[in-house]
């Protein structure tokens, strides 16, 4: 029997690295964020794939949504806002509890009201205390009045000290004014620790 051909085509599917570079251009993204999500997708590969794992790879939406959580763990702010500018529709939180998907925290960190508004109406990320009390500290106060407005979190005792302490003096005020009740609230976990069950349930007010 003579042989098949082997067209460009068989080629390219036959070829896995290149048969995952090729569909990783498949998004409408530039070459450099296809390069990134690449990347990305190739550390997910190399962990042990549990279910969920496996869910996040083969399912587009959520493996955006999960690109997006650990850009902003990263602390790399440019490619996410590059992310969501290029792809604003489209995304699903991963079902993975891990410290990442407390993504509001990370974009309060990185001071992008922008951010923590499409985490937030996109429902991609979860948030502590910890988000408020940061940009109390920080003196963001249009992101703690939005905090305030949208998210039932709140903040605690730290807020107020922090944003006193560097004279954040408009966020001293709003604090007082709408959330004089949380002057008495403890501070939240570290996220990494509130996967850990005795933890949770040893530390008091944690969202």
Same mark, same amino acid.
């Given at each position: 029997?003579?042989?098949?051909?082997?067209?460009?085509?068989?080629?390219v599917?036959?070829?896995?690295?290149?048969c995952e570079?090729?569909?990783s251009?498949?998004?409408? +993204?530039t070459k450099?964020?296809?390069?990134?999500?690449?990347s990305?997708?190739?550390?997910?590969?190399r962990?042990?794939?549990?279910a969920?794992?496996?869910?996040?790879?083969?399912?587009?939406?959520?493996?955006?949504?999960y690109?997006l959580?650990?850009?902003?763990?990263?602390?790399?702010?440019?490619?996410a806002?590059?992310l969501i500018?290029?792809?604003p529709?489209?995304?699903?939180p991963?079902? +993975?509890?891990s410290?990442?998907?407390y993504?509001?925290?990370?974009?309060v960190i990185l001071?992008s009201?922008e951010?923590v508004?499409f985490l937030?109406?996109?429902?991609?990320?979860?948030?502590?205390?910890?988000?408020?009390d940061?940009?109390?500290?920080?003196?963001?106060?249009e992101?703690?009045?939005?905090?305030?407005?949208?998210?039932?979190e709140?903040?605690?005792l +730290?807020?107020?000290?922090l944003s006193?302490r560097?004279?954040h003096n408009?966020?001293?005020?709003?604090?007082?004014?709408?959330?004089?009740?949380?002057?008495?609230?403890?501070p939240?976990?570290?996220p990494?620790?509130?996967?850990?069950?005795?933890i949770?349930?040893?530390?008091c007010?944690?969202?």
């Amino acid at each position: 029997m003579a042989a098949i051909p082997t067209t460009v085509a068989m080629s390219v599917l036959t070829n896995h690295s290149l048969c995952e570079l090729v569909l990783s251009y498949q998004y409408g +993204v530039t070459k450099e964020l296809s390069a990134v999500s690449l990347s990305y997708r190739r550390k997910l590969r190399r962990t042990p794939l549990a279910a969920q794992k496996h869910l996040i790879l083969t399912q587009t939406d959520m493996f955006r949504g999960y690109l997006l959580l650990k850009l902003l763990e990263k602390g790399d702010l440019a490619h996410a806002k590059d992310l969501i500018a290029q792809r604003p529709t489209g995304y699903i939180p991963p079902p +993975v509890e891990s410290s990442y998907i407390y993504g509001i925290n990370n974009a309060v960190i990185l001071r992008s009201l922008e951010m923590v508004k499409f985490l937030h109406e996109n429902e991609l990320a979860k948030a502590t205390k910890d988000a408020m009390d940061t940009a109390a500290e920080l003196g963001d106060f249009e992101i703690v009045k939005y905090l305030d407005q949208n998210r039932k979190e709140g903040c605690s005792l +730290v807020g107020f000290v922090l944003s006193e302490r560097h004279g954040h003096n408009d966020v001293v005020e709003y604090l007082e004014e709408h959330r004089p009740r949380d002057r008495n609230a403890c501070p939240s976990a570290d996220p990494k620790l509130l996967m850990i069950p005795a933890i949770v349930k040893n530390t008091c007010n944690i969202q």
